[in-house]
């Protein structure tokens, strides 16, 4: 995707060595080294050492990684975190899609208001949805509460352990549909005027074009928000700590991979095993959305 | 639509096969708008379902931020309660514990300017650099930089507290502003968007005129930039203004906090054991949070839109 305009816009003189430009990319790699070069290779110095009981730390080689992966509770915040992708990511995605196709059908009545009305709670803070909706799904003065006292039973609850991760994916979904779609939407509005009018004058109907035209389209932001959701899924942090404070019950202080990591350093003062989480976690992130980057444009070529 | 100025007028249906040439997308009619479609009742019912999800859960904390301590048990969560306490509770919330609501927001307002503020520069420097000049390393800058949109903020945030730590930064404003001045995003929205934005030709120009790059790029190349700027600008403003984990760990001294921290800190105090019953506080400074975001989102509207889907044409 990337590398074809990087090609293209490749510029004028090649023959002699041109300086210029690193006037201009010169302070943001100079500061992309120490704010994310930097601690990357710090942590993973890190990983390679331990907290000794006497005389500060030691080498320790890759004693860290093979602790780590004979680790039950990071299995279990890595297969929890690897569940809710699965099953969160496809919804969310499929909803934001099929509003995007709406908006852009030029259907609706005052299309306008619904693409911000959807695209709104975007703009609130991650921290502030999971409070609202923590309130919501509470008994107390929550909507949950009223909706049970309607049913007559205790239907919903949000808290349980069985319901927990999908009211967090609810609230994931409710921060993120908007944004996606506005990806997606944006992505539609640049398809060639010709192209549906071609398509018209084939007789193609509105599902035909949508197939044939709409989601081959999509294809490139479909995988851009895929790659964005994954990332966001193993990071997941934001919404298990706010909603812990609600349920300490039911989520643990290594609900996600993110908050073991957290966990660790923060209230175990393990830094070294906690840099290790936080390495391995970003490595699995990258090689599993390079895949899907591969995947995405080998499709791309057929 | 002077751009699609077709030679034969008549042509019709004949001409849509023709290769012609393509509109610039800025001044791109949305497609279907053109012709008469007809609108359709059931999808914008099922849309208003849409929209209904999105818009309840901000209506709940509308109303809610209305009530004091006891109607907010006692009533309805979507309709008012018996007293409209909303200024009051404004009150509350700025002036609880000496107005330390009135500082986060005052350190969040630094933590947006400074850090979106700069992350904006250096990625409006740096994408321009990488669209319009042909420098030894480019590629792997371009590598580099790619690589790291993969790589999320919050994976490197335990490391990034473990270095700063070192550094004796953890705690300083600095421990905030620095991560969030790098956004690999932005630089690929501005990268893409300048290349075609800002035509070589008038660079070459300016050359000939014997104007250095500097001056070129600030009195030519920045207004031509602006609709993309303004769309990493608004975007990189959301990032810091709701970020969360980093100013979580790195800092320890309330006096520092961001909002979304100091929130959570009255929600947690609201819940814990030794509650104190603040309820209405976190309810009303939440609304308090997104009210400039969202009043910044509706007025700019315009531009971030069109940013989006110019930077969505090289996906």
Same mark, same amino acid.
Request: proline letters at 5%; hydrophobic letters at 55%.
């Given at each position: ?302 | ?41 059931? +999808? =914008?019912?099922?849309?208003? $379902? !849409? #929209? ?5 859960? *901000?209506?709940?904390?509308? &109303?809610? /931020? ?27 919330? +700025? =002036?609880?514990?000496?107005? $330390? !609501? #009135? ?5 969040? *307002?630094?933590?947006?300017? &400074?850090? /979106? ?199």
């Amino acid at each position: 995707m990337a590398s074809v305009t990087l090609t293209q816009s490749r510029p004028m003189r090649r023959n002699r060595k041109d300086w210029r430009g690193w006037g201009f990319v010169g302070p943001f790699m100079i500061v992309f080294l120490a704010v994310l070069v930097a601690p990357v290779v710090y942590a993973i110095v890190l990983t390679l050492f331990r907290q000794q009981l006497v005389g500060g730390s030691g080498f320790v080689g890759l004693e860290n990684y093979a602790l780590l992966f004979q680790d039950p509770k990071f299995w279990e915040s890595l297969f929890r975190v690897t569940l809710f992708l699965v099953v969160q990511v496809p919804i969310m995605l499929i909803l934001s899609l099929l509003a995007a196709l709406a908006i852009d059908s030029a259907r609706l009545h005052g299309t306008g208001f619904f693409r911000i009305a959807i695209f709104l709670p975007y703009a609130v803070p991650g921290v502030v949805a999971a409070l609202i909706w923590g309130f919501i799904y509470g008994n107390q003065f929550g909507l949950t509460g009223s909706i049970n006292d309607l049913l007559g039973a205790d239907i919903l609850q949000p808290f349980s352990s069985d319901w927990i991760l999908a009211s967090i994916g609810n609230i994931v979904t409710w921060e993120f549909m908007g944004y996606n779609m506005l990806i997606f939407y944006a992505a539609l509005k640049v398809i060639p005027a010709d192209l549906y009018e071609a398509a018209e004058i084939d007789g193609a109907g509105q599902f035909r074009i949508i197939s044939g035209i709409k989601l081959p389209a999509l294809r490139g932001s479909i995988v851009i928000a895929t790659i964005f959701s994954i990332i966001g899924s193993f990071q997941l942090f934001n919404e298990p700590n706010l909603l812990k404070a609600l349920a300490p019950n039911v989520i643990s202080s290594y609900f996600t991979p993110n908050m073991y990591a957290y966990n660790l350093s923060f209230a175990g003062q393990q830094f070294n095993y906690s840099a290790t989480v936080a390495i391995v976690m970003g490595i699995i992130t990258a090689v599993i959305a390079y895949i899907v980057q591969l995947r995405g444009s080998r499709q791309e070529v057929r | 639509m002077s751009a699609i100025a077709t030679p034969e007028p008549a042509a019709g249906a004949a001409q849509a096969r023709k290769p012609r040439k393509r509109v610039p997308y800025v001044r791109q009619q949305k497609p279907t708008e053109g012709r008469r479609v007809k609108k359709s009742i059931l +999808l =914008t019912i099922v849309m208003a $379902i !849409f #929209v209904i999800y999105s818009v309840v859960p *901000l209506i709940w904390l509308i &109303v809610n /931020a209305t009530k004091d301590q006891g109607d907010l048990f006692s009533s309805f969560g979507l309709w008012f309660g018996s007293d409209f306490n909303l200024f009051q509770n404004i009150a509350d919330t +700025l =002036t609880y514990r000496n107005g $330390i !609501f #009135v500082q986060w927001f005052g350190n969040t *307002l630094l933590y947006v300017v &400074v850090g /979106a503020g700069g992350a904006t520069l250096l990625a409006t420097l740096a994408g321009y650099g990488l669209a319009k000049f042909n420098f030894p390393g480019r590629r792997a800058v371009f590598a580099v930089v790619l690589g790291a949109v993969a790589v999320p903020g919050t994976a490197l945030a335990v490391p990034t507290f473990l270095m700063f730590s070192q550094l004796g930064l953890t705690n300083t404003p600095w421990a905030v502003i620095l991560p969030s001045l790098i956004s690999p995003f932005g630089l690929y929205l501005i990268w893409t968007y300048a290349v075609d934005a800002v035509p070589t030709e008038i660079l070459e120009a300016a050359r000939m005129d014997g104007a250095s790059e500097f001056r070129t790029f600030f009195t030519i190349s920045l207004r031509l930039l602006s609709p993309g700027i303004v769309t990493v600008l608004l975007f990189a403003v959301v990032a810091t203004w709701n970020n969360y984990f980093l100013p979580l760990i790195m800092l320890s001294e309330p006096t520092w906090y961001p909002l979304t921290v100091g929130l959570s800190q009255w929600s947690s105090q609201a819940t814990g054991v030794a509650a104190q019953p603040i309820y209405n506080l976190v309810i009303t400074g939440a609304l308090l949070t997104i009210v400039p975001i969202v009043v910044a989102f509706l007025f700019l509207q315009r531009y971030w839109q069109s940013g989006l889907s110019a930077g969505s044409v090289k996906q």
